[in-house]
């Protein structure tokens, strides 16, 4: 297959993702729409690159009708990070440099959508969370799913969230870079055109600094009360999530480690992710891979 055809195969691709925002299946959609248009500008000229985009919208906007601008505004906030990867893929960067500069853009677009929403449109996010969660309740208590008056959970609920929106916006946008990332790669080199991989995981560690800010994380849980609404209080409630994600990540490490150590079957480790993803109090064998030697225990 030639590049005329592989570029047509991959917008249809972004348009069919594109298209898809409006199904039920959008929460998958929208890790997966960077992908088409980081492979799209990797492999074509600039020029090339926005006839396919204008292609790609005139039609998403034909087909979609009134739901036409809502999947173009997601497009075309995925544009932006998706360039900026496929420019560095084209410039050979390191594959590390590569997802730290889509995050950081990710992560500045999403801040920058929300501070221009709030202060043009006076949206008390908060508020607005709240009373989606209420309603959904009550949806579910219609149905008898649930039970009971849910208004003060809903308002504690869209609270508990406003508060863990740094987080949100961190690991959202860190996912984000790493799926493009992994997935475009891949499809790269089916095309033929190489680019840098990550350090395989089993390589990976991060600094001990880690374990040191943790303990100052639970130091500090315990010394503010957990009524208080202040600037630390928050900063507590999203360091901790934050360190234990790292520190999850830094257990599924370790356990490539262990499946490298003593040859085991590739799909080892990967099978003793899913507990690792699922039991949060497992991120304890990677603060403890971070604190301690134990990989030389495991070294023959």
Do not use: C
């Amino acid at each position: 297959m030639n590049m005329a055809w592989k570029s047509l195969a991959w917008s249809a691709a972004a348009l069919v993702l594109l298209l898809s925002i409006a199904t039920p299946l959008s929460g998958i959609t929208l890790f997966l729409l960077m992908t088409p248009l980081v492979v799209l500008y990797t492999m074509l000229k600039p020029v090339s690159f926005a006839v396919h985009i204008v292609a790609i919208a005139a039609v998403a906007f034909a087909l979609l009708g009134n739901g036409g601008a809502i999947a173009l505004t997601f497009g075309f906030f995925f544009l932006v990070p998706s360039i900026v990867m496929g420019h560095l893929y084209k410039r050979r960067a390191k594959a590390k440099t590569v997802v730290m500069v889509g995050f950081l853009v990710l992560l500045a677009q999403l801040l920058t959508e929300l501070a221009l929403f709030s202060a043009q449109y006076n949206i008390d996010f908060s508020a607005q969370l709240a009373t989606f969660i209420e309603d959904w309740l009550k949806q579910l208590q219609t149905n008898d799913l649930v039970t009971g008056d849910w208004a003060g959970t809903a308002s504690s609920l869209g609270d508990a969230i406003m508060r863990m929106l740094p987080t949100l916006l961190l690991l959202t946008s860190f996912l984000l870079a790493i799926v493009t990332h992994a997935l475009s790669r891949r499809l790269l080199s089916i095309s033929g055109i190489v680019t840098p991989a990550l350090p395989e995981m089993k390589t990976w560690m991060f600094p001990r600094s880690l374990v040191f800010y943790y303990l100052i994380a639970v130091i500090m849980s315990y010394a503010i009360p957990a009524s208080s609404t202040g600037f630390w209080s928050d900063v507590v409630s999203n360091a901790m999530p934050i360190l234990q994600f790292a520190f999850t990540v830094q257990a599924m490490a370790f356990f490539f480690f262990l499946a490298g150590a003593k040859s085991w079957p590739k799909i080892i480790p990967i099978i003793l992710a899913i507990p690792l993803l699922l039991f949060p109090p497992f991120y304890l064998i990677g603060l403890l891979d971070v604190a301690f030697p134990l990989r030389k225990y495991f070294v023959k």
